[in-house]
C-alpha cells in the first residue's frame, strides 16, 4: 500500500465541515474505498459483483479544474473561495487539498492583483461590483493553462494591463477569456464571452489524442483516473475494427475519439450542450479522424429517430449526468438492440434504475461493473459497466 493511501486525512482540511465539498474527509483514504465499494455493491450486486474499486495511488490535487466565488466585505476586503454548502456565506479558501496547486495558486495571485487596479468584487446584495468568479483550468498533459474571469459588468478597465500582469506571473497561462454574467443567478458563467489573450481555449492529451477544452465544455475533471475509466471502457467494448459505435452523453466527444483511434469503423456522437458539440467537431478534426460525426441534441431523442431510421451500431457507450438516462433512450437502445452496451455513470443510484429497467424490459445482462473513484475524498462514485446477451 502506498503512504497516501495510509492515512494522511482524518479530516485534516480545516475548512472541511462549512465547506462540505469532501463529504469523506473523515475517513482515511482506503475507509473510503471501502465505503464506496459497500455502496456500489449493496446498490448493483443484484446485476453482478462489482469489481474492486480502482482507487489513486495519489489521491490529492487531482482538479483539474478549479473556481473561485469572490465578494467584497463590509471593511473592503476582498475575499475567494466555496460557498458554505447550502448558503451563499464564502469560506475563505487559498488552498484545497483536491484542486491543482498552480490553479489555486492563480486564483490567488488574481485576488492580490485587484487593489491595485482599483477593481472591485461583485456584491450579491447590491448586483454591483466587477469580479464574481474566477474559474482555471488546466491541460495536465500539456500544462496549457485557462483564466477565466468572471464579471458582472462588461467594463474592465485597465483590462490589458492586467492580463499582463497575471501572465508575468504564470507564464503557464496560454488563454485568458472574460465572460460577463450580469444576472442574479446560481450559474457561474454567463453567455457573453470575449477572448483577453490566446486561443480562448486549452488543450490536453488523454489515451493519446488531443482535447480541446474551452470555457464552458465539460471535460473530466480528474484526467489520471479518466485515462484508467476511458481504457477500462474500451476493454470492454473489444473492437476489432470497422464497427459502428454510438456516443451518447459525448460531451467533447473524448470516448468517441478514443474509440476512433482503437480502430471503431464509424463513430456517432450525441450532446445536448452545443459548445461542446463545436469541442467535439474540432476535436475530430485534431486528431484527424474523418470517420466521426457529432450531432447536437437529446440523447433519447436521436436515439429513437436513429432507431426509426434503422440505425444498428455494434456498440453503444452512454456516459449521461447524474439524472442517469430515461425510458425513450433506453427503449431505442433495447430496439436497436447493439451487440455491446457499455455505460459509464457517475452515479451509482441512476443506474441501478437504469440497469433496472433494461434487463426487465430484455434480455441484456449486466456482464461486468466496474467502479473508479475518479472525485477522492467526494461521496462520488464513478462506475463502467458491460452490458450484453452473452
Ligand atoms: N462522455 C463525456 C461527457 C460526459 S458528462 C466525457 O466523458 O467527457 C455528460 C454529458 O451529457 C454532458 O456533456 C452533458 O452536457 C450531456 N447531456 C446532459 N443531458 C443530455 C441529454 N439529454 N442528451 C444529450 N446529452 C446530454
Redo the contacts with the bound molecule.
Keep these: 500500500m502506498s503512504k497516501s493511501k495510509e492515512n494522511i486525512n482524518n479530516g485534516s482540511c480545516p475548512e472541511y465541515k462549512k465547506c462540505g465539498g469532501c463529504q469523506l474527509q473523515n475517513m482515511t483514504y482506503e475507509e473510503q474505498l471501502k465505503y464506496k465499494q459497500n455502496k456500489v455493491d449493496r446498490l448493483l450486486k443484484k446485476f453482478r459483483k462489482p469489481l474492486p474499486i480502482k482507487g489513486m495511488d495519489n489521491p490529492y490535487h487531482y482538479r483539474n479544474k478549479v473556481q473561485a466565488a469572490f465578494r467584497t466585505l463590509r471593511n473592503g476586503k476582498i475575499v475567494s473561495g466555496v460557498y458554505q454548502s447550502g448558503s451563499h456565506h464564502i469560506v475563505s479558501i487559498d488552498s484545497c487539498q483536491i484542486e491543482d496547486v498552480t490553479a489555486d495558486k492563480i486564483i490567488v495571485a488574481v485576488r492580490k492583483l485587484l487593489p491595485s487596479f482599483k477593481l472591485s468584487a461583485y456584491n450579491e446584495d447590491t448586483g454591483r461590483g466587477f469580479l464574481r468568479h474566477v474559474l482555471v483550468k488546466r491541460g495536465f498533459a500539456t500544462n496549457q493553462t485557462m483564466l477565466v474571469l468572471v464579471t458582472g459588468t462588461p467594463v474592465f478597465p485597465s483590462r490589458n494591463n492586467f492580463v499582463k500582469a497575471i501572465c508575468k506571473q504564470f507564464p503557464e497561462i496560454t488563454t485568458v477569456v472574460q465572460n460577463v454574467n450580469p444576472y442574479r443567478t446560481n450559474l457561474v458563467l454567463g453567455n457573453n464571452q470575449k477572448v483577453l489573450f490566446g486561443k480562448g481555449y486549452i488543450e490536453d492529451i488523454l489515451c493519446g489524442c488531443r482535447f480541446r477544452i474551452s470555457p464552458k465544455s465539460?471535460?473530466?475533471i480528474n484526467p489520471v483516473q479518466t485515462e484508467f475509466l476511458y481504457n477500462t471502457a474500451m476493454d470492454f467494448a473489444e473492437l476489432k475494427g470497422n464497427e459502428t459505435v454510438l456516443?451518447?452523453?459525448?460531451?467533447?466527444g473524448?470516448?468517441g475519439i478514443v474509440a476512433a483511434k482503437r480502430g471503431a469503423g464509424r463513430v456517432i456522437g450525441?450532446?445536448?450542450?452545443p459548445d461542446?458539440v463545436k469541442d467535439a467537431i474540432s476535436n475530430a478534426k485534431a486528431n484527424n479522424l474523418k470517420n466521426i460525426r457529432f450531432y447536437k441534441?437529446?440523447?433519447?431523442k436521436f436515439m429513437e429517430s436513429a432507431a426509426d431510421e434503422k440505425e444498428k451500431p455494434d456498440v453503444v457507450f452512454m456516459?449521461?449526468?447524474r439524472a442517469g438516462s430515461d425510458e425513450t433512450f433506453l427503449n431505442s437502445l433495447i430496439k436497436m438492440s447493439p451487440k455491446t452496451v457499455v455505460y459509464?455513470s457517475c452515479n451509482p443510484e441512476t443506474l441501478a434504475r437504469d440497469l433496472d429497467y433494461l434487463t426487465a424490459n430484455s434480455d441484456y445482462k449486466v456482464q461486468k461493473i466496474q467502479p473508479v473513484d475518479m472525485f477522492p475524498h467526494t461521496a462520488h462514485i464513478e462506475c463502467v459497466c458491460l452490458i450484453s446477451r452473452q
Excluded at 247 to 252: F, L, Q, S
Excluded at 270 to 273: A, D, H, I, K, P
Design positions: 465539460f471535460y473530466q456516443d451518447a452523453y459525448c460531451g467533447t473524448t470516448i450525441v450532446e445536448l450542450n461542446a441534441g437529446d440523447a433519447g456516459d449521461p449526468p459509464i
